[in-house]
């Protein structure tokens, strides 16, 4: 009897060669090896390669580890603004200990020569994105099925699950392409009907100023808001304001995105609860809080701010990258509406070795504009303004478009540009009319692309980090909406006044006057 024969009678399998034929009865997933292997040896020969697959391709799109890991390595060298070639790419490589396990530096070197230029890259990435979401798609499918026959899965569970993985696909891969004016018009006359039918007239984030909010109706979607002022000017107070205003808003809270880049965390959070419950920002920080401050300090600071959807990231070396991944993840996770950035000029981007430091700011603010659009929310972000307005005479101080420091695109860019400008800042004591003009803070909007130029006024209350609106008072002038004469005081001019947070009694004022916090 033959061999054969006596292995089938003992249950026996022979194992047969391995032969091409046999993998027609078998499926490879879609990958395409030599493609991917041109892509990454063009982006070594020409270094305006690397901007252009990184605006279709992620490392996770490349179908071997070995091309991931070397991907990863040039989205590495990007982001610390380092040149991408043979060379630069081994060396990273090494450093994230990936070298080895790729096959070393024979393996990069075979990438160069699998190609001659970067000609057709764009299209080349396209097959590669397009094989990578194939890829994707059959894991998700096999994890559907998978699911779809347990018993203890509930069947909606499943069809949201499928349906948010499958738009993770298309809102992370696939570029939005062109409109028809036909459907633009429509979506168009809906917004307007819907505006009409508001009692509301703000369409767009709050400020929390109603001055402010007449000229702007709100942050609108897809705007990059950018405000301007020098140092020490109350920027970061002002931009903390917006951002409480908008998390606890009473019938239009939205969500905060709030990167910090200059304060830590815990800086701002100590500013945000000076404001909210108007107790000194010296006391808060220092700690040196009474019994009835604290006790104010948590009832009308920490329960309201509890729950308030403001997340801060303080990241002290924040890129462009990494910005525009977090928003993504701040978008998806939270529903963010607004997106505050603190401050532009401290940034870094992704120019090139011989770009100066306005050509890579220039390239930022194109990129917030972008992400903007990308994720229909207003971004405000804040600038630092040149020397050149302390050099002008005294009364020329007001800051103007030219002012903006390190770039002129930033003006170009922007939706929005606004200025803050406190004459106390610079010496001015009375305004024109002989006034005092002391905590007087003007916001000049500078640019409006969508509606018209206006200055508001404001009074600055930075010993509690608050900025308020001014309103006219029977005592004469004009005072913060939260100041109170004090009993017997009542006659203007040298009348004293108190402010929220201050230790006063019910004795102190008139007979028909509350106590200052019931």
């Known amino acids: 009897m033959e061999l054969s024969n006596i292995n089938k009678q003992r249950g026996l399998r022979m194992k047969t060669p391995l032969d091409g034929g046999n993998l027609m009865f078998g499926k490879v997933q879609p990958q395409a090896k030599d493609i991917e292997e041109a892509i990454l040896g063009a982006i070594m020969l020409e270094k305006s390669a690397f901007d252009t697959v990184i605006e279709i391709l992620k490392p996770e ?17 990007a982001v610390k603004s380092l040149p991408i070639d043979l060379l630069t790419v081994v060396e990273e490589l090494k450093l994230k200990g990936d070298l080895e396990f790729i096959g070393g530096p024979y393996f990069v070197s075979k990438l160069t020569n699998a190609v001659v230029s970067s000609a057709h890259i ?52 696939l570029r939005k392409n062109f409109d028809s004016i036909e459907s633009v018009l429509v979506k168009t006359i809906n917004r307007i009907e819907d505006m009409r039918n508001q009692e509301d007239e703000i369409t767009g984030v709050p400020s929390g100023f109603p001055s402010l909010d007449k000229v702007t109706y709100g942050w609108q979607p897809t705007d990059l808001i950018i405000l301007a002022a020098r140092p020490s000017v109350g920027k970061t107070a002002f931009a903390l304001n917006l951002a409480r205003s908008a998390a606890l808003h009473p019938t239009k809270p939205t969500a905060v995105g709030f990167f ?38 948590h009832n009308k600071g920490i329960e309201r701010l509890n729950k308030a959807p403001i997340f801060i990231d303080d990241s002290a070396a924040l890129n462009i990258f ?19 950035i603190d401050y532009l000029q401290l940034m870094s981007g992704n120019a090139g070795k011989n770009s100066n430091r306005e050509q890579e700011i220039s390239r930022i603010s194109r990129d917030l504009k972008s992400l903007a659009k990308e994720l229909q929310v207003p971004i405000i972000a804040l600038s630092q303004l040149s020397r050149e307005v302390e050099k002008r005479k005294e009364g020329s101080k007001v800051p103007q478009l030219s002012d903006l420091r390190e770039s002129g695109a930033i003006e170009q860019d922007a ?24 905590g007087e803070t003007q916001v000049k909007i500078a640019k409006h692309r969508n509606g018209s130029l206006e200055t508001i006024k404001l009074k600055a209350l930075l010993h509690v980090q608050k900025f308020i609106e001014e309103e006219e008072n029977v005592f004469g002038g004009t005072v913060p909406s939260n100041f109170r004469p004090l009993k017997g005081n009542e006659g203007g001019g040298g009348a004293r006044y108190f402010t929220q947070g201050s230790k006063m009694n019910q004795d102190d004022f008139d007979d028909n006057e509350p106590a200052p916090f019931d």
């Not at 490349?62 to 890991?69: A, G, N, T, V």
């Not at 979401?133 to 899965?153: C, N």
Request: proline share 1%; hydrophobic share 40%.
């Open 61 to 77: 799109c490349f179908y071997l580890d070995s091309h991931q890991k070397v991907f990863a390595a040039m989205q590495s060298l």
């Open 122 to 173: 764009e299209a080349h990435c396209r097959i590669v994105l397009q094989k990578f979401i194939q890829r994707e798609l059959i894991r998700i499918s096999g994890e559907i099925i998978k699911d779809a026959y347990e018993d203890s899965t509930d069947v909606f569970d499943m069809l949201d699950e499928a349906e948010s993985k499958l738009f993770e696909i298309t809102n992370n891969h």
């Open 260 to 297: 910090s880049l200059e304060m830590s965390s815990s800086q701002l959070v100590q500013r945000i609860l000076s404001a909210e419950s108007d107790i000194h920002m010296e006391k808060i920080s220092r700690g040196r809080l009474e019994d009835h401050e604290m006790a104010q300090l």
């Open 322 to 340: 990494e910005l525009r991944a977090k928003c993504r993840r701040l978008k998806n996770k939270h529903n963010v509406g607004l997106i505050i």
């Open 415 to 438: 939706d929005m540009v606004m200025f803050l400008y406190r004459p106390e800042y610079h010496g001015i004591q009375n305004n024109e009319m002989g006034e005092d003009v002391k």
